[in-house]
């Protein structure tokens, strides 16, 4: 291995730290809105800022690295990691969306069992985790198939604000707490559309070739 | 997981520490440098930083080359040269009426642009400088005439061939036996002249990984024109044009951030 390759492996390393991150957020977050657990929720509202740094030293190694004027897959790695930093960043945003507005749920009495919301965080979960794990063993069949499932999430979030769309209309009083759902299974589907990114990313790491905005049957 | 520190300064995320902390070696102070009248080199200043590889990069011309030969006094053997103000190496001025310059330049090596082997074997190259500085046994030279192949990662490629002429060997080959034979003698610093100019690219990058491990041991400033191996090898950039020290800072600041618009002008390839 060059010293430049071992700088690369250091930048992958440094990815998958920060998806560890974004993934334990997100994970956390849908644990303490089910269990109303609010020390948990403020955890992990302040350890977003290491999912902050981590994505700031990501760029910082990306930008020396290109200054090297790599070639090939090298440079599409580096450039690749620079907008899956950005990704996972955003989806440690989102890990903290939901923890704030599950302090706020938890002021009142639970509007009703939650079922789908911890359905749509297994399924947006499933799919970053399966596009890590194409990025990491350079699997674009997996990363690909990542991708048709964030229909299921978008889904799922309709149907879920159908749903408390009809609660607020049969009893405002609601009100506050089916928009605090609702922004929380927006907050997953936004997660699902990160991995999905993310996926495209792999793709275009691996196989050079731009998949995005292509619908579903064309990738 | 364990606690992520922040670096205490936001903005340098990616430097190591080691390439702030490392302790100065080389100093030059004022340094003019005259051929005949005309001025090659003009109040050139500079701290170079010991175990750490520091590039000099400016156009054709700009005194790079013929800094870099102060620090070994190359520079001594051009009629008509006079150089005035000091430099140091370890707190030495080594333009001193009693410095031995035989011995400056044991331990400061130089690797030229031209591989430059003596028309000898590969072993007596290697052997030549330390027999010159008095070393007499032959297991011994035995050994370092190894381990100096090893350091240059040439020993694999020749250890069946020791006794064949240096001059059979590839241009690259030969590069790295130029570099075996400086380290040969255990110098503190190595002086490279645009060491991988003439070489092919995969014989470049062989250099420039022998670089990054030699830096374990040795203080190099590299001569480079190709301002990408700058930033593959170096912790230091300075940039000269026309005989002043434009710029001097670390290698990633140099390349993605510069501080005069002289060297953003430069490495951005739109001068003169």
């Known amino acids: 291995m060059t010293h430049f390759e071992s700088e690369l492996a250091a930048l992958k390393q440094k990815l998958l730290l920060m998806a560890s991150h974004a993934e334990s957020a997100v994970n956390n977050a849908i644990k303490a809105l089910v269990d109303r657990d609010d020390d948990l929720a403020r955890k992990v509202a302040e350890d977003d800022d290491k999912i902050d740094h981590l994505e700031q030293e990501v760029d910082a190694a990306c930008i020396a690295l290109l200054a090297k004027a790599p070639l090939a897959t090298q440079l599409r790695l580096i450039t690749s990691a620079m907008k899956i930093a ?5 989806v440690g945003d989102e890990a903290t969306t939901i923890a704030r507005r599950s302090l706020d749920l938890s002021q009142e009495p639970q509007l009703k069992a939650y079922v789908d919301i911890p359905r749509m965080a297994t399924m947006a979960m499933a799919m970053l985790n399966d596009a890590l794990g194409a990025f990491v063993n350079g699997d674009t069949a997996r990363a690909r198939a990542v991708i048709p499932r964030d229909k299921d999430v978008d889904q799922l979030n309709k149907q879920l604000y159908r749903e408390l769309a009809s609660f607020m209309i049969e009893k405002p009083t609601t009100i506050t707490r089916c928009l605090n759902l609702m922004t929380i299974s927006k907050a997953l589907e936004r997660i699902a559309d990160h991995a999905k990114n993310v996926a495209e990313d792999v793709v275009y790491l691996y196989e050079a070739r731009d998949i995005r905005h292509l619908g579903a049957t064309a990738a | ?10 903005v340098d995320l990616v430097t190591p520490p080691g390439l702030l902390s490392a302790a100065p ?14 001025r090659a080199l003009k109040g050139i200043d500079i701290t170079i930083k010991e175990k750490l590889v520091t590039a000099f990069i400016g156009p054709s011309g700009c005194g790079k080359s013929t800094f870099l030969r102060c620090f070994n006094r190359m520079n001594d053997l051009i009629d008509n040269v006079r150089i005035t103000g000091q430099c140091l190496i370890g707190g030495e001025d080594i333009y001193a009426k009693d410095v031995d310059v035989i011995e400056l330049r044991k331990r400061v090596g130089m690797v030229f642009q031209r591989s430059n082997p ?11 400088g330390l027999r010159l500085h008095g070393t007499k046994d032959k297991s011994e030279i035995d050994g370092v005439v190894e381990s100096s192949l090893r350091g240059a990662a040439l020993w694999d ?18 590069q790295r036996l130029c570099i075996a034979r400086a380290i040969a003698i255990r110098p503190e610093i190595i002086l490279m002249d645009e060491p991988a100019s003439a070489l092919d690219p995969l014989a470049t990058v062989k250099i420039e990984e022998l670089i990054l491990e ?3 041991e040795f203080t190099i400033v590299i001569v480079t024109h190709n301002m990408q191996q ?3 090898i170096s912790d230091y950039t300075a940039f000269f044009y026309i005989g002043e ?6 290698t990633t600041k140099i390349f993605t951030n510069p501080a005069k618009k002289q060297t953003e002008d430069y490495v951005t390839g739109r001068f003169g």
């Open chain 2, 157 to 174: 490629e020749v250890k069946d061939r020791l006794h064949s002429s240096a001059l059979g060997l590839s241009g690259g080959q030969q």
């Open chain 2, 230 to 232: 700058a930033t593959r």
């Open chain 2, 25 to 38: 070696l080389i100093e030059a102070k004022n340094v003019e440098l005259f051929y005949g009248s005309s």
């Open chain 2, 245 to 250: 020290l434009i710029e001097y800072d670390l």
């Open chain 2, 214 to 216: 030699l830096k374990k």
């Open chain 2, 118 to 128: 003596f028309p000898k074997s590969i072993y007596d190259n290697i052997a030549y």
């Open chain 2, 1 to 10: 997981m364990a606690a992520i520190t922040l670096p205490s300064d936001p």
């Open chain 1, 86 to 90: 950005r990704d996972l960043e955003r």
